[in-house]
């Protein structure tokens, strides 16, 4: 009895150790490198709320109080604003930093999905400023896609952007994404769709110091309602959704009678 006793106690000792480690590893893992505060889930996403038409000068004036916010708080402290208007997505990043390289770029990375592998984020939009942190200061704006493990410029671009640092000296990259595109590279955005975004940035390899970093996945939804091109296509949606749940619990009822069914034969 008393060896039982021992063996007993080894085995809950060691799923307490396990059951402890996993806890470790998943807090570990949730805080691990560039993670956003909001959004960074699939089953809770970022809604984008309808808010003003913003100027796209990279400064964050007041048309953008009500956009819902995201935050990286540990590393490098930034925070992105996401709202829609008028079949447009407005994205806004503030790099909370008082110094720039004068080669800082940003590069908005976009999933056409929830998939969230490197792959998955084939469309990019990139702002290059030149002469970040003086008088002369300008910028480019590239349309891209992934070709290997880079991002090419493409011909046609399906965003506006802009740049800029504020009084405290922290950089701002304000865009303008339009739904559709002529471009079969781009993301396509639409009501109720959730896809996933990353953010890159860093100092282009003219820069004294090159570096780059990457956000981690941030899951957006475009939730508000909006103009639809084509309405039909969502009304079909909600209507699978619903013959599906339909479908799940006729299945399942069916299985619940055939068992009783089974189950009273075997008694009687
Ligand atoms: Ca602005
Ligand atoms: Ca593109």
Do not use: C
Not at 35 to 44: M, P, R, V
Not at 228 to 254: C, G, H, R, W
Request: aromatic fraction near 12%; avoid cysteine; charged fraction near 20%.
């Amino acid at each position: 009895m008393f060896h039982f006793n021992s063996i007993k106690k080894k085995i809950l000792n060691i799923i307490f150790i396990i059951f402890s480690l996993n806890i470790l590893l998943l807090s570990n893992l949730s805080s691990f490198g560039n993670a956003w505060d909001n959004g960074n889930d699939i089953n809770n996403p970022m809604i984008t709320p309808v808010g003003d038409m913003p100027v796209i000068d990279g400064i964050k004036d007041d048309s953008w109080d009500d956009a819902n916010s995201s935050d990286i708080t540990e590393g490098t402290p930034i925070t992105l604003f996401i709202m829609i208007k008028s079949n447009y997505l407005f994205i806004l990043v503030e790099i909370k930093v008082g110094n720039h390289d004068d080669n800082e770029y940003l590069r908005l990375l976009l999933s056409n999905s929830t998939e969230s592998e490197n792959d998955d984020f084939y469309d990019a939009k990139l702002i290059q400023n030149r002469n970040f942190d003086s008088e002369n200061r300008s910028y480019r704006l590239n349309d891209q896609h992934l070709s290997g493990e880079e991002y090419v410029n493409e011909d046609l671009s399906n965003f506006n952007g802009s740049s800029n640092i504020n009084e405290d000296g922290y950089s701002f990259y304000e865009f303008k994404i339009g739904y559709s595109s002529d471009n079969e590279n781009d993301t396509l955005i639409s009501a109720s769709k959730i896809f996933v975004i990353k953010i890159q940035w860093g100092n282009s390899e003219n820069a004294n110091d090159p570096s780059e970093s990457t956000s981690e996945a941030l899951y957006i939804q475009i939730k508000a309602t909006i103009p639809q091109e084509d309405p039909e296509i969502t009304e079909l949606i909600l209507d699978m959704d619903i013959v599906s749940n339909i479908t799940f619990i006729v299945v399942i009822s069916a299985f619940a009678i055939i068992f009783m069914m089974v189950y009273r034969n075997k008694t009687y």
